[in-house]
């Protein structure tokens, strides 16, 4: 028996057409007008984003086209191997068949390039020539600050002080291919300038940067913003990722009974989960679908279904989804790509209707299967990953105890080579579990914009 077998497409079979889960989820909550509650249109987002764009996020259309230039800056990484985990699973000593699909191959190291091509590709196409983003752990930064190098662009990125501290090559990478990075909360916007008045200390999070990033892009007329997660034209690119896993499935004669993503914004998970649930609403099998996202910033097992901002600022038109409220500061655990406080809409819209469910998990068990898997499969998986992983392995474990050979697709979604230092804290024992304060969520929950209905 082969102890690794990997699932390979050709570049003719990398989709023509990203797939739209909108398509298939009827009446969705339109974004809101944050000033007149209206429903957002596409010349409220022209400020910000090409119309092309701005038309894909309010997009219903169930498949739209890939330009053949994104299509050709694809092949350099993609279609992206789907893996069968024959080692795992014989050290787990479980009947279940374990497979990955692993995104780590990219020029970046992740999903993100995704959409940071696409993005790119419109705004070039648009004239623009300067983008605004934040990041997190730096995966999409380093995504961006690649896609703008394709495209000869400039790329601000303002990245999450705690993950510019804990992940200088991330930062590094960034500038290698050209991109200004800039720890947040920062002194260049004024939404960064009040909250270091307030607490010079802030970690930052996703929403902070996001508040500088569209604080950057709304006040330059030749800046537009670029976002790496949470919309519906980031999901929307990312689903290459199932659909690709879909088709190697079939070579594979086999189908996952469970399919698990790491969820934090929503782009990785959305992008490997959203085309296996489509099929399942068009009539084809039902797949159990499990998102995973950290115990301390827990968006969708604590958080509230509701309009909210997705930034700390108040800049964006208000979004129904799950959400910690767009106030609240997560602790500084090494997922940093994880720590957000609201999820997609469309990801919040399947858990709602009961299409998707959510678990929390802590920072230990985390790294724990990380170097499980690693130690099996020879892949160091970024932190963000070890979280779909943890939660493959507990099903796996399931499997084993109930005698039962189910098929388990997680996403791999980038490698954890700039990470190591985390790993570093893990093996050496300083590394702990991070609690989310029940105080600080009820506060930030009680500054939910309430004149919305929901």
Known sequence: MTDQIKYVLGEKDIPRTWYNLAADLPGGAPMLHPGTGAEITVDDLLGIMPETL?????????????????RQIYAQFRPAPLFRARRLERALGTPAR??????????????????AIAQAYYNKQ??????ATETGAGQWGSSLALAGALFEMDVSVFMVKVSYHQKPY??????TYGARCVPSPSTETAAGR?????DPDCPGSLGIATSEALEVAGGNSDVNYAGGSVLNHVLLHQSVIGQEAIAQFALADDYPDIVIGATGGGSN??????PFLGAQLRGGSTVRVIAAEPSSCP???QGTLSYDFGDTAGLTPLIKMHTLGHSFVPPPVHAGGLRYHGMAPLVSEALDRDLIEATAVKQLSCFASGITFARAEGIVPAPESTHAIDVAIREALRCRDEGVARTILFGLSGHGHFDLGAYEAYLSGSLRDEEFDPAALESSLAKLPGFVSV
């Open 269 to 274: 998970f959305g992008g490997l989960a959203f």
């Open 98 to 115: 374990i497979y990955y699909k692993y995104e780590g191959g990219s020029p970046a190291g992740s999903h993100k390039p995704n959409t």
């Open 299 to 301: 968006t969708m097992t």
């Open 170 to 175: 991330r930062r590094m990478l960034m500038a």
């Open 194 to 198: 009040a909250i270091l008045a307030e």
């Open 54 to 70: 701005a038309r894909q996020e309010l997009s219903r259309e169930a498949e739209i086209e890939i330009p053949e230039p994104v």
């Open 126 to 131: 648009a004239g623009v020539t300067r983008l």
